[in-house]
């Protein structure tokens, strides 16, 4: 399934020089990539296709690239807790919402 980054650039931005965890990442990069979904709300619906997916070969911002990133970089770091307290309960980490709050469609009451 198509995601909001690769394998390959989750693994050189976090610094990952091993295969022993592709598996393990491959998981998280989908999660991360569906926590930005929702986070985003219709705003992202210009980089899925009908049926909720990301298209293979679309161009995304390089902003949700790095958040996405940064997500997987939490869960992978801290697979069981957030013993850094760096989100609350139901939300994302502050630094990933810094970077995706402008593009955010706002949740209607």
Known sequence: MPAFVSLETVKMRLKIDFADDDALLDGLIDAA??????????AAEQYLDSGGSVP???DIP?????ATVMMVGY???????????DFDPGYLPGP????LYPLRDPALA
């Open 75 to 85: 869960l992978y770091r801290n697979p069981d807790q957030d013993p850094d307290r």
């Open 56 to 58: 293979s070969g679309i």
């Open 33 to 42: 990539t569906d926590a930005v979904i929702n986070y985003l709300k219709s």
């Open 96 to 99: 990933v919402i810094s970077l």
């Open 62 to 66: 390089p902003v949700i690239q790095t």
